[in-house]
């Protein structure tokens, strides 16, 4: 067999599969950018950056078996570092006139701290939001896998992670503009944010961003340390006594998870021109987890699809009837993992087969049944397409 | 008529009155209140002090507040606030006319200042002795010296007496008396007050040019002697203090995590909606207080006793429901339980938001449990919170009864430890699930009874233990009582003994790296389950 990495780029869809792609490729980058109406544009393009953090999620969730009730700490952090570019990239345009970002006039501070230099440079921020995360992530992650925390344990141990995070931030001492976070950003690479054309340039590099992410982590799990990763979400006991070390996939699909939120956090915060946080609370995170789940996890372009359905009737929901939104929500919480534990990616299967004339119903593969202990396991459709 | 009678009787007392000026002359004495010359109106006050009329103290602090004026009759009335007052009978009355306030110079202060700390110094009443004492040390006056060292000479009570040395030290600390500075310091030294601590630090310091404010040896080693001796009681009274509020906060923590604790080791899943039983426990509180001022108000001291056994009804109602309805259908997959709890979690907050607003309620405290036991000077514990350690002792020792004594505890014991097995020797599993889930709902509940006597109730009252608790599962370990309530008094008291050095955000953050840091050594917790049962 070919082993070429191009080769096997190619054999991640089907034709069909690489058409349905090809035609989300062109509808994300072309067709919603040329006939969206302006006021959408960021608020797609939000979803698109949630469409990203959901990718990750559904990576260390439904891929390896972890959920992490903290992804929203490293959204955050993707988006602060950002934040804190933009927030120089103002200049003396501020309310106080000040070289010094207008929350460090109002405490009276003299001059930078030591841990915002550098951020007047665009490439600088771009990589601490992607690196800050990511050593984070990866110091707590060994901490965490070493000692064999699992399940329960290690999600509430994130959720501290954010909480924690959470009550950092909030502290105007900790030199991240506090209650308020980071806000009134101006340009960005030169180019003003109120601007249309500049919106309509971040929701494409959005869309570009989802698109490679998603081709990304495709190939990461169709790869055989996909295949390792699904193995230790089924029984991580037995991959152990197989001579793999589970700490090291584990670590390195939890980093690049953060990698990857980080990413989303960095397109997020132009778009909606503010980052607190806010974002790190415990809540937020959880919701994230819930795009996954509706979305279906292990599906990866399931869990894009949940976390733009989620939001979009989050949108819808709390223009309409603000005081049912936390109904609807929790009900989603408590009724998609009783009923709909696939999520909507397995009726969209389901859909694809009726169309196809139901020939293939048969040989739909079925998820084990769950064992006592362990995550019901998900089976991909890709895993099956590039087994030799 | 009543106030012919009222003459009389004062008549009497001022006849009875050994010291007492003759009527006439107090009358003068009143009357030369409103003259436009400040030293006979000093020269009033003083006579009226010495006078020993029971209506001289009222009448001297009313100056003092400027509430004394003739109306235009000439008769003298205080403002008590609410109305006017006779000065000299207390008698309520209208003002007649147009009132002309008494002006009070500093010369006239200066003779108020004394005369009516001398009056309070005297009065028979031992509290209203302590209490002048108290205010004279707290603001000394150093035309009161002569005062209080007099007060000090006839004083009886040894409170009272320490009060005033303190208070007469505090101020001859500044004497040019190197003899008297000496005497004051050892004073301070022999009655340890931790307020003094800013007066001794300037007795000690240097000028900015560098000279000593205090020269003389002898002073300055009993000042570093008494600075020391504060700086010992300090902190003793701030460990007590931490310990004390750590308990409490312990106890919290244990009432709000118990339950969470107990069906994490029975069904291994979290109940994210556990925080919300502490605040339906909460409101629960709320509207048994707003049941009994509607209809018993003459019992409304006595609402809490009701609310106990409502709180846990009604939340472990909720639990029950709670397990019915959706944790058994999830049974087996920990992080989706996970998940639908917290949905649920969000519709109760959102339930209660709908039925109560989403503004905190208010819930008042009892008579019983207002106020405070005061250990020692500058440490006070409110009595709520002593009751809510109180409680808390009450409600494991019933729990403990109830999972070590009874044929229900017993059958949790056995399908926590092996849930296979005990279904297999007729443990009804299912049952013993629901019952035991309402049971750790209600036990939340009446922490959400206890909460409502510490602060605010509002919808979002659950969410903000939500984090802590699990903290306390994590460390104390899962299904045993005794690491339950290690992990929750180790929580607490961390917490409180941590916060005052960095701060309260920076303590949390602390506490959470340092729990993180000891799953490292103890993934378990502190008290793990041993065996196949502890495989999470």
């Given at each position: 067999m070919d082993t070429s990495i191009l080769a096997r780029f190619v054999r991640l869809h089907d034709r069909r599969g690489w058409t349905a792609f090809g035609a989300c490729a062109v509808l994300l980058l072309l067709v919603l950018p040329l006939t969206l109406p302006d006021y959408l544009v960021p608020l797609l393009g939000k979803f698109l950056c949630f469409a990203i953090a959901a990718i990750a999620i559904d990576l260390i969730w439904g891929f390896t078996g972890i959920l992490s009730l903290g992804h929203g700490v490293f959204f955050a952090l993707g988006g602060y570092a950002i934040g804190m570019y933009l927030m120089l990239e103002i200049g003396t345009a501020g309310v106080y006139r000040s070289n010094l970002p207008d929350f460090m006039v109002f405490l009276d501070w003299k001059e930078l701290p030591?841990?915002?230099?550098?951020?007047?440079?665009f490439g600088f921020a771009v990589l601490m939001a992607l690196l800050v995360p990511g050593v984070i992530a990866f110091v707590f992650g060994y901490f965490a896998f070493r000692s064999r925390i699992r399940g329960v344990y290690f999600s509430i141990i994130t959720q501290a992670l954010t909480y924690a995070a959470m009550l950092l931030f909030f502290r105007n001492e900790t030199g991240f503009g506090g209650n308020n976070g980071l806000t009134d950003f101006k340009h960005i690479y030169g180019y003003s944010l109120s601007d249309p054309a500049t919106k309509t340039g971040l929701f494409v590099i959005s869309g570009a961003a989802l698109l490679l992410v998603y081709l990304g982590s495709r190939y990461l799990v169709c790869s055989k340390l996909g295949r390792v990763l699904r193995a230790v979400r089924d029984d991580e006991a037995k991959v152990r006594f197989m001579g793999y070390d589970p700490l090291r996939y584990k670590l390195f699909v939890w980093t690049l998870s953060a990698v990857l939120c980080g990413l989303a956090g960095a397109l997020y915060v132009p778009q909606v021109g503010i980052i607190n946080p806010g974002e790190m609370q415990p809540a937020a995170s959880i919701e994230m987890a819930i795009w996954v789940a509706v979305g279906g996890r292990g599906t990866l372009f399931g869990a894009a699809a949940g976390a733009l359905v989620v939001n979009g009737a989050k949108s819808v929901f709390t223009g309409l009837a603000p005081e049912l939104w936390l109904y609807v929500l929790g009900a989603t919480f408590v009724l998609i993992p009783v009923l709909a534990p696939r999520g909507i990616a397995a009726y969209g299967g389901v859909l694809a087969q009726l169309l196809r004339g139901r020939r293939a119903v048969a040989d739909t593969p079925r998820p084990p049944e769950p064992d006592r202990e362990a995550e019901e396991s998900v089976v991909t459709e890709g895993s099956a397409e590039v087994r030799p | 008529m009543r106030n012919a009678v009222l003459t009389l009787l004062f008549a009497l007392v001022v006849a009875l009155c050994p010291r007492a000026v003759r009527a006439g002359e107090l009358e003068q004495a009143l009357d030369d209140?409103?003259?436009?010359?400040f030293g006979r109106v000093a020269a009033a006050v003083v006579s009226i002090a010495g006078s020993g009329h029971p209506r001289a103290l009222p009448v001297l602090q009313a100056l003092e507040d400027q509430k004394l004026s003739f109306d235009a009759s000439g008769a003298l009335l205080i403002d008590t606030g609410e109305g006017f007052v006779m000065a000299i009978s207390g008698e309520p009355r209208a003002p007649n006319g147009a009132l002309r306030a008494i002006a009070a110079n500093n010369r006239v202060r200066r003779a108020l200042g004394p005369a009516v700390s001398r009056l309070r110094l005297s009065a028979p009443d031992r509290a209203a002795r302590r209490e002048a004492a108290l205010e004279l040390f707290k603001r000394p006056d150093a035309a009161t010296l002569d005062v209080m060292r007099r007060a000090l000479e006839r004083e009886s009570d040894s409170e009272v007496r320490d009060l005033l040395s303190l208070g007469i030290a505090r101020l001859e600390l500044h004497s040019e008396d190197a003899e008297r500075r000496l005497a004051a310091v050892t004073t301070m030294r022999r009655l340890v007050d931790v307020s003094l601590r800013e007066d001794l630090e300037r007795l000690v310091a240097a000028r900015p040019d560098g000279s000593?404010?205090?020269?003389?040896r002898r002073i300055r080693k009993k000042a570093h002697a008494a600075l020391r001796a504060i700086e010992t009681k300090t902190t003793l009274i701030n460990l007590v203090a931490n310990t004390f509020y750590g308990l409490s906060l312990g106890s919290v923590l244990l009432l709000a995590s118990l339950g969470l604790g107990i069906t994490f080791g029975l069904m291994?899943?979290?109940?994210?909606a556990h925080g919300e039983m502490l605040m339906i426990g909460a409101y629960t509180t709320f509207v048994v207080q707003n049941l009994f001022l509607g209809f018993a108000p003459g019992a409304l001291d006595w609402y809490l006793l009701a609310a106990l056994p409502a709180a846990f009804l009604v939340c472990g109602g909720v639990g029950i429901a709670l397990e019915r309805l959706v944790v058994r259908h999830l049974y087996g997959r920990p992080l989706e339980t996970l998940l639908a709890t917290w949905g649920i979690s969000l519709m109760l907050i959102q339930t209660v938001r709908l039925l109560f607003g989403a503004q905190n309620v208010t819930v008042a405290n009892p008579s019983w449990l207002s106020g405070g036991f005061e250990l020692m000077p500058n440490l006070v514990m409110p009595y709520s919170r002593l009751a809510i350690v109180a409680f808390t002792v009450g409600v494991v020792v019933l729990v403990g009864l109830l999972l070590y004594r009874t044929s229900f505890g017993l059958q949790i014991r056995a399908v926590t430890q092996n849930r296979g097995m005990a279904a297999s020797m007729g443990i009804p599993a299912k049952r013993v699930d629901a019952l035991t889930f309402g049971l750790g709902s209600g036990v939340a509940g009446l922490g959400g009874v206890a909460l409502s006597q510490l602060g605010n109730v509002g919808p979002e009252l659950g969410q903000s233990y939500i984090v802590d608790s699990f903290m306390v599962v994590v460390l104390g370990g899962v299904g045993d009582l005794l690491g339950a309530v290690l992990g929750a008094m180790g929580l607490g008291l961390l917490n409180k003994y941590v916060e005052p050095m960095v701060g309260a955000v920076l303590g949390k953050i602390i506490i959470l790296t340092l729990i993180v840091l000891f799953i490292q050594k103890r993934p378990q917790g502190l008290f793990a389950l041993r065996g196949r049962a502890a495989e999470v």
């Open positions: 030591w841990f915002w230099r550098g951020f007047d440079n | 209140l409103g003259s436009d010359d000593l404010v205090e020269t003389d291994r899943v979290i109940n994210m």
